[in-house]
C-alpha cells in the first residue's frame, strides 16, 4: 500500500520506523484517519523536526489492538498513552534513530517501565 501518497515530505520514513509497541515495521495508510501499525494498530504521526533534516514520529496507543507481541505505551492524564521520538537523516543517507521515549517519562512522579519494542529484552527469535 502507498503510503507515500500522503507521507511525501517524509519518503522512506516508514521503511525506517519500527512500531515501539510490538517491534513490527509494517505500517498501513487509512485514508484520512493516518498510518497504524499492521500488527497491533498502534497510530503514527510524522512532523517536522523544526530545523533538522528528518522526522518526529508519534506513537499513539489510544488505537492499539491486543495482541500477544504488543506492550501499550503507557497512558498518562496529561498525554494520553503517547511516545515520540526524533530521526534524523534523509531518504538517501538513510534515517537514524535520535532519541525516543514515552511522554510518561517526562511526568513527574509517574513510575515508567515501559520501553519500546527494540529496547527489550525478550527479543522473540528470528525464523531460519
Ligand atoms: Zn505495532
Known amino acids: ?51 533538522d533534516q528528518g522526522f518526529i514520529a508519534e506513537f499513539d496507543s489510544q488505537y492499539t489492538w491486543s495482541v500477544e507481541e504488543a506492550e501499550p505505551i503507557p497512558e498518562t492524564d496529561e498525554y494520553g498513552a503517547l511516545a515520540s521520538g526524533k530521526w534524523l537523516g534523509t531518504e538517501s543517507r538513510g534515517y537514524d534513530r535520535y532519541w525516543f521515549s514515552a511522554y510518561a517519562d517526562h511526568v513527574d512522579g509517574h513510575e515508567n517501565e515501559w520501553e519500546p519494542a527494540w529496547d527489550r529484552e525478550t527479543v522473540t527469535a528470528e525464523a531460519d
Open 1 to 51: 500500500m502507498a503510503i507515500v501518497d500522503t507521507e511525501d515530505r517524509y519518503a522512506g520514513a516508514f521503511d525506517t520506523v519500527e512500531c515501539p509497541v510490538c517491534g513490527s515495521d509494517e505500517w498501513t495508510h487509512l485514508v484520512y484517519q493516518g498510518v497504524f501499525c499492521v500488527t497491533c494498530n498502534t497510530r503514527c504521526t510524522l512532523r517536522e523536526a523544526s530545523g
